[in-house]
T-cell receptor
Framework: DQQVKQNSPSLSVQEGRISILNCDYT??????FLWYKKYPAEGPTFLIS?????DKNEDGRFTVFLNKSAKHLSLHIVPSQPGDSAVYFC???????????????FGKGTLLTVNP | DGGITQSPKYLFRKEGQNVTLSCEQN?????MYWYRQDPGQGLRLIYY???????QKGDIAEGYSVSREKKESFPLTVTSAQKNPTAFYLC????????????FGSGTRLTVV
């Protein structure tokens, strides 16, 4: 059962335009969400996060939106740059799970290609 | 600089042999994790450890073993019982409360021939 879903395996946008990456989750216990960026043969690097008490978090060109009622979050990149081309993973954790392990559950990732 | 070191970057082994992947961190993080990445599968949790001398199975622990004798080290052994060991393996660590993400190593590409 996939608790974090990224339904678009790939996305292609033109340089300078907006990139929107989507993520859906099914576990109501998730209350913290993160986006990671990954280049081939490298480890993922943290990009941006959002707590469930917020509906928006912004960091430079990156903004994450959270819609709790729809169990949906999205990452907006504006403007998109060729260096943004990478796989983007959505991840979620449940701080109130009681296990105190704060495991991250990852989606399958979306390959973003930004064309010059 | 603090970080997580995975070694080696590339590893080749013959089928039926056990192999151990190294993961060392100098971030003073309490928790450490092993993930496996396969094409189209995302990141799947193999094992994790919250403190020294303690670890728990993740979602795909069969055919793997770990140890956590030191806070800094969390080696992963891929045994001959793992049916499809060829993959990209990622180690991660974290600290603090629930609202902290992982710091990842650069990964080890294991190829079994």
């Amino acid at each position: 059962d996939q608790q974090v879903k990224q339904n678009s395996p790939s996305l292609s946008v033109q340089e300078g335009r907006i990139s929107i990456l989507n993520c859906d989750y099914t576990n109501s216990m998730f209350d913290y969400f993160l986006w990671y960026k990954k280049y081939p043969a490298e480890g993922p690097t943290f990009l941006i996060s959002i707590s469930s008490i917020k509906d928006k978090n912004e960091d430079g060109r990156f903004t994450v939106f959270l819609n709790k009622s729809a169990k949906h979050l999205s990452l907006h990149i504006v403007p998109s740059q060729p260096g943004d081309s990478a796989v983007y993973f959505c991840a979620a954790s449940a701080s109130r799970s009681g296990g105190s392990n704060y495991k991250l559950t990852f989606g399958k990732g979306t390959l973003l290609t930004v064309n010059p | 600089d603090g970080g997580i070191t995975q070694s080696p970057k590339y590893l080749f082994r013959k089928e039926g042999q056990n192999v151990t992947l190294s993961c060392e961190q100098n971030l003073n993080h309490d928790a450490m994790y092993w993930y496996r990445q396969d094409p189209g599968q995302g990141l799947r949790l193999i094992y994790y450890s919250q403190i020294v001398n303690d670890f728990q199975k993740g979602d795909i622990a069969e055919g793997y073993s770990v140890s956590r004798e030191k806070k800094e080290s969390f080696p992963l052994t891929v045994t001959s019982a793992q049916k499809n060991p060829t993959a990209f393996y990622l180690c991660a660590s974290r600290t603090g409360g629930p609202n902290y993400g992982y710091t990842f190593g650069s990964g080890t590409r294991l190829t079994v021939v």
